[in-house]
């Protein structure tokens, strides 16, 4: 060192430490508050809309379950009067499950369809299907006796019943 030269008496430049992780800056609490908020929130919504929605899961296995005894039976005559009277329960036991003051529990068969149809935005239950659910329904059994007649009487088609049923159970509002 030399006496004489002032700058070689000065000492190196002294840098401060870098700035840590913690603690945290008021800016990341906030982030960090509002995020577990919005994921509160979100969580509760789920939870919510899966349990106001859980009736509908249960009417379409409950649908299912009706359509297989159906395929599964022998006496297809009896089968469909009885598939035909389940599925008209489980389409009011929805009704009056969603829409407790609907009067659909007294209504006949097609006055049903046609005011579950109201509670959807398109119409699923058409007049056609209405008379033929109402007509098979309420048709007297086939005799064995008698001579083997044709029928006025339009015969519902169940598979494709069964689609409009679950889609009315999915998508009525």
């Not at 056609?128 to 309420?138: G, K, M, W």
């Amino acid at each position: 060192m030399n006496p004489a030269d002032p700058l070689s008496q000065l000492k190196d430049i002294h840098l401060p430490d870098a700035p840590g992780l913690w603690p945290l800056a008021p800016g990341w609490w906030i982030l960090i508050v509002l995020l577990i908020a919005l994921v509160s929130a979100a969580i509760y919504l789920v939870i919510s809309y899966r349990r106001k929605n859980r009736y509908r899961k249960l009417a379409t296995r409950q649908a299912e379950i009706i359509f297989t005894q159906f395929r599964l039976t022998d006496d297809k005559t009896k089968a469909s009067k009885q598939y035909i009277e389940l599925a008209l329960s489980l389409l009011k036991q929805v009704s009056l499950h969603r829409f407790p003051d609907d009067p659909v529990a007294a209504l006949s068969a097609s006055q049903c369809l046609q005011q579950l149809n109201q509670h959807c935005k398109k119409a699923t239950f058409s007049d056609e299907i209405c008379t033929q659910f109402e007509h098979s329904l309420y048709a007297a059994p086939p005799s064995s006796q008698s001579v083997a007649q044709p029928t006025s009487q339009p015969v519902l088609d169940i598979p494709s019943f069964h689609q409009t049923m679950e889609e009315w159970i999915k998508h009525h509002r």
